[in-house]
């Protein structure tokens, strides 16, 4: 018997020795495979979302890209779903106010994660505190829903294409439009070979190296003027470059002003002509009794109107002054004849 009790302790101690080997070769490979850490290492942490995508318990956490914890549990809420979950407790400087919460993927095929964007500066969030929700980003079904709207939309235009819709489709279905076409690119064509050939102006510029020199001569006589009117050359290159000529152009704009300001307030002959009322009304008599002299000219009243519109006046005055020539040609060839003084002395 006591050999037996022996024995048994033995045992006993042997599987008790065992079985706190496998308790700690446990938390080993859980501490360094798990993303959590043991349990007082992790922060628990919360965020609801509208939609969670099929987020259930074991979804990796990700802060940065970096896997960081796991859900740990997903409930309906009346406007989506809360989800819980546990990050590492070193978390707590990155996961502050600042940061946002979305529903990312792990793989093309749409398995989910939760992707948390670091805040750093901000508040931190206590345990079991709410991340706020960021933008979430398209899920597959969405993009698969946008593509099938996106081929519905290019099977719709194809299909106006092939019926002539548009310019487009015209162009495809439409013999004349087509034609038209063909004959604007032989136009092109023909246009390319007589400018290949040198003919026309355009052809003679691409071919005829005279308007090329003609062309290159002129350039470089318009660098030799803006030469001259930097190094401020000639008339325009003093105005550009004198600082004197300048100031007398702004002596002459400033006098020029003063002559326009004493016009405006009406001083000298040409201010009053432009401001006095009074002078304005008597050019106005003025200009109204001249047109009544010009009108009476018109309608023949007075010598002058007679005048000049009397022939027989006119006739007459031409023959006195015929007269008068020939008595005057006549005084000059016989002075004694017209001439003859007498002088007596008493």
Known sequence: MPRTRSLAWAELKFGIIAVFALVMAGLLIFAVGGSG?????????????????????????RVAGVEVGSVTDVELVPNGAEVSFNVIDDMKSLITDRSTAKIGSISLLGEGAVDIEAGPGGTPIPDWGYVPT??????????????????SDVT??????????????????????????NSLLAAADRVAQSVSKGKGTLGKFANDPKVYDELHASVANLNAITTKLKNGEGSLGQLLND????????????????????????EGTAGKLL??????????????????????????????GQLLHDKQLYENMNQTVGEMRALIAEIKKDPKKYLNVKVSIF
């Open 275 to 304: 401001t006095d009322d009074a002078l304005y009304k008597r050019i106005d008599s003025l200009t109204a009794r001249l047109d009544t002299v010009l009108q009476n000219l018109n309608d023949g009243q007075g010598t002058a």
């Open 37 to 61: 850490g043991f349990f007082w290492q992790n922060y628990p942490l919360k965020v609801r979302f509208p939609n969670v995508a099929g987020l259930k318990s074991g979804t990796p956490v």
């Open 134 to 151: 960021g933008k979430p980003a398209p899920t597959i079904a969405e993009l698969t829903e946008q593509a099938g709207t996106g081929i």
């Open 156 to 181: 719709a235009m194809l299909a106006d294409l092939r019926k002539g819709k548009g310019t487009v489709g015209k162009l495809l279905t439409d013999e004349t439009l087509y034609n038209d076409f």
């Open 243 to 266: 600082p004197a000529f300048s100031k007398s152009l702004n002596a002459t704009t400033t006098n020029l002003e003063g002559v326009t300001g004493r016009l405006n307030r009406g």
